[in-house]
């Protein structure tokens, strides 16, 4: 069965120090995984997903299957940057529904000035 | 485009009432899913609808929970005879078609349960 583990529940970091957010899982066969983000009284939006590779506010993942990882970085962070970090990924049977992700519990950043 | 919106923002309601949670899904969006987010969790799936269909309410609670999208209006998250372990942020999410993933779903601000 598919599960995200997020294994910190809060991380602090002073502004310019480098963030990495971790993210374990658990799928059978090649998952697509995303990271959600929530600002402070803001709603639940989508921060990045693997299959773009992209970097979204400086952050980047990389899908590590060898360690079933896919950690969420910023060689920088800044106060902005404040915020819940959820990861999630789709169920593992295409035959369920697509919107249907398994989250993990979350990470709360905090970036002190 | 205002987006998902959910109301109220914040309920209360003493064990044995009802709950009613609304959701409007985004403009041109006509698949809503609900999920729950119990305290210390993760998001986790309830509900998925579309317009006067539950398509996958796997993730429901057997009793006191039922969900609706009415052809007019918006989408309906009830919970009956609430109990304390109902005290959740409940979210709302809606996609333009139910062949989209997690990178189309948005997400409403939710609305936080607290059953006294």
């Given at each position: 069965?598919?599960?995200?583990?997020?294994?910190?529940?809060?991380?602090?970091?002073?502004?310019g120090?480098?963030?990495?957010?971790?993210?374990?899982?658990?799928?059978?066969?090649?998952?697509?995984?995303?990271?959600?983000?929530q600002?402070?009284?803001?709603?639940?939006?989508?921060?990045?997903?693997?299959?773009?590779?992209?970097?979204?506010?400086?952050?980047?993942?990389?899908?590590?299957?060898?360690?079933?990882?896919?950690?969420?970085k910023?060689?920088?962070?800044?106060?902005?940057?404040?915020?819940?970090y959820?990861?999630?990924?789709?169920?593992?049977?295409?035959?369920?529904?697509?919107?249907?992700?398994?989250?993990?519990?979350?990470?709360?950043?905090?970036?002190?000035? | 485009?205002a987006?998902?919106?959910?109301?109220p923002?914040?309920?209360?309601?003493?064990r044995?009432?009802?709950?009613?949670?609304?959701?409007?899904?985004?403009?041109?969006?006509?698949?809503v899913?609900?999920?729950?987010?119990?305290?210390?969790?993760?998001?986790?799936?309830?509900?998925?609808l579309?317009?006067?269909?539950?398509i996958?309410?796997?993730?429901?609670?057997?009793?006191?929970?039922?969900?609706?999208?009415?052809?007019?209006?918006?989408?309906?998250?009830?919970?009956?005879?609430?109990?304390?372990?109902?005290?959740a942020a409940?979210?709302?999410?809606?996609?333009p078609?139910?062949?989209?993933?997690?990178?189309?779903?948005?997400?409403g601000?939710g609305?936080?349960l607290?059953?006294?």
């Amino acid at each position: 069965a598919q599960r995200v583990t997020q294994p910190e529940k809060l991380l602090s970091v002073f502004k310019g120090a480098p963030v990495e957010l971790k993210c374990n899982y658990s799928y059978s066969g090649s998952p697509e995984l995303f990271w959600y983000v929530q600002y402070s009284r803001q709603r639940l939006q989508l921060l990045l997903r693997h299959i773009s590779r992209e970097s979204i506010k400086g952050f980047t993942a990389d899908l590590n299957k060898g360690e079933t990882s896919f950690h969420l970085k910023k060689p920088f962070a800044q106060e902005e940057d404040s915020a819940m970090y959820y990861c999630a990924l789709p169920p593992a049977d295409r035959g369920s529904t697509l919107g249907r992700l398994y989250f993990g519990r979350g990470t709360q950043l905090t970036v002190w000035p | 485009n205002a987006g998902v919106m959910q109301n109220p923002r914040h309920l209360v309601r003493r064990r044995g009432q009802e709950a009613r949670l609304r959701c409007s899904p985004m403009k041109g969006h006509s698949h809503v899913y609900w999920y729950r987010q119990l305290p210390e969790e993760g998001l986790k799936f309830m509900v998925y609808l579309q317009k006067e269909n539950i398509i996958d309410e796997s993730g429901m609670p057997k009793e006191r929970f039922s969900a609706e999208f009415p052809k007019e209006g918006p989408s309906i998250l009830r919970i009956q005879q609430v109990v304390r372990g109902d005290s959740a942020a409940y979210f709302c999410a809606s996609s333009p078609q139910g062949t989209a993933g997690g990178e189309k779903l948005f997400f409403g601000s939710g609305t936080q349960l607290s059953v006294l």
